[in-house]
């Protein structure tokens, strides 16, 4: 800049000396001119127009000075303002004037700088908003005096929060659990990494969380906050009890024929074969029991066999009405034997699906309602059309199922009245098995049921096309 100023000063002085130089050289030529003369009124005429004349010429010279000089540095500072202001695409006219065109393009070269930054850093906290938001996981983030300042959408969702309810809030006026409250604040005042399981009751449902909490550290070691990540177990603890509850119901199921077969025999080798009636009794309770045992085998190879992720039945359009008249035909005597009454309301339909596995679901189905259904009820078959969809219902005038276990009906080895559903000869494992098989057709089953009254069970299949 005080090169520039320097070259401004020099060109004035240079303009004015010229200007002073011309002027005194025209005084000295009317001066001569006029020397002897006594009318000295156009001496003076004279001088003020050529005063005027040079007034006006540097002004038009200064004008000139101006734009060559003082414009592109008027340009470059109205530029510099608009970066400022955060306007990054401003740039700068760079004239041909070397004594600012160093600055025009240092100008430019700044706010090209200025723009690629902010479009990294817009891209940065995109990507970084994009990772948080879609993390799976539950995060809050705490700054140094306990108000909130991030969350995310399943922090949002979990606790069903609204947004401008919790920015800027403290975190203690939060609708949180306490248990997770406690866990903040434990993480807030002792400012070091923590990990825990908090179990909480949402509602009416039980609730379990994988908690992390760490301190934000910035740069010279300074605490800036918390970050509170969570994740939701629930279903993960849930499958975990299922399958300690399904370890136990195997090994429960199965000592009980072993140990009744193991039992009697035992008996009969210590001699009770000698008596006739004994023996014939006691070979027909090994036999009963070896056949549960038989079943029970089989429906955990079925089970196992329709749980594998590669299980895939063998689809093609079958007559549903046909399906339905061959499972009532094979546990007709089931039906006989209680006296229950059964009535079809059945229209021929076509499916898509196995035949055989489908005999298999409306067995089980039907199966059940016997074995839940006192004597001298009815069971009711329907069978129609709706959309795009074949419906089957299959209901009974049993005991009914409370609303608390119809969540749980489809478990393995969950009964509603064990004692009823064991002394049948059921293993637990029938509508476990259907529910695998409907969802291999692409189908759904849904449960409708009132206590005292009776149970619906109504499957959803796609018809052929």
Known sequence: ??????????????????????????????????????????????????????????????????????????????????????????????????????????????????????????????????????????LIMIDRQGGISLVNKPFLEEFDLAPDHVMGKFYKELRIPIELESFIEDVFMTETHSRAQIEFMSGLTLKNLNVYGAPVIGEHQRWLGIVIVFHDITELKRLEQIRKDFVANVSHELR???????????????????????????????????????????????????????????????????????????????????????????????????ANRLIQVIMNLLINAVTYSSANTEINIRLFVKGEQAVIQVADQGIGIESSEIGRLFERFYRVDRARSRNSGGTGLGLSIVKHLIEAHHGKVEVDSEVGVGTTFTIYLPLAS
């Open 1 to 138: 800049m005080k090169s520039f100023r320097h070259r401004l000063l020099l060109t004035l002085l240079v303009w004015i000396g010229t200007m002073l130089t011309g002027l005194f050289m025209i005084v000295l030529q009317i001066l001569q001119f006029y020397e002897g003369t006594e009318d000295n009124s156009n001496i003076w005429l004279v001088l003020f127009l050529a005063f005027a004349a040079a007034l006006v010429f540097s002004g038009i010279v200064g004008s000139r000075i101006i734009d060559v000089h003082i414009k592109p540095i008027e340009n470059a500072t109205e530029t510099a303002m608009e970066l400022v202001k955060g306007n990054y695409r401003a740039r700068a006219s760079e004239s041909n004037a070397q004594s600012s065109v160093g600055l025009s393009r240092t100008i430019n070269v700044l706010a090209r700088n200025l723009q690629e930054i902010t479009a990294v850093r817009i891209m940065e906290q995109e990507r970084l908003k994009t990772l948080i938001e879609n993390m799976g996981s539950a």
């Open 256 to 354: 009980t024929p072993v140990t009744s077969i193991k039992g009697f025999s035992e008996t009969l080798l210590d001699g009770a074969y000698k008596d006739t009636e004994t023996l014939l009794s006691f070979l027909e309770i090994v036999h009963t029991e070896s056949n549960r045992l038989e079943m029970l085998i089989n429906d955990l190879l079925d089970l196992s066999r329709v749980e594998q992720s590669g299980f895939d039945v063998k689809a093609q359009p079958t007559d549903m009405k046909v399906v339905i008249k061959r499972a009532v035909e094979m546990i007709q005597s089931k039906l006989d034997e209680k006296s229950i009454r059964l009535k079809l309301d059945v229209k021929p339909v076509t499916v898509f699906g196995d």
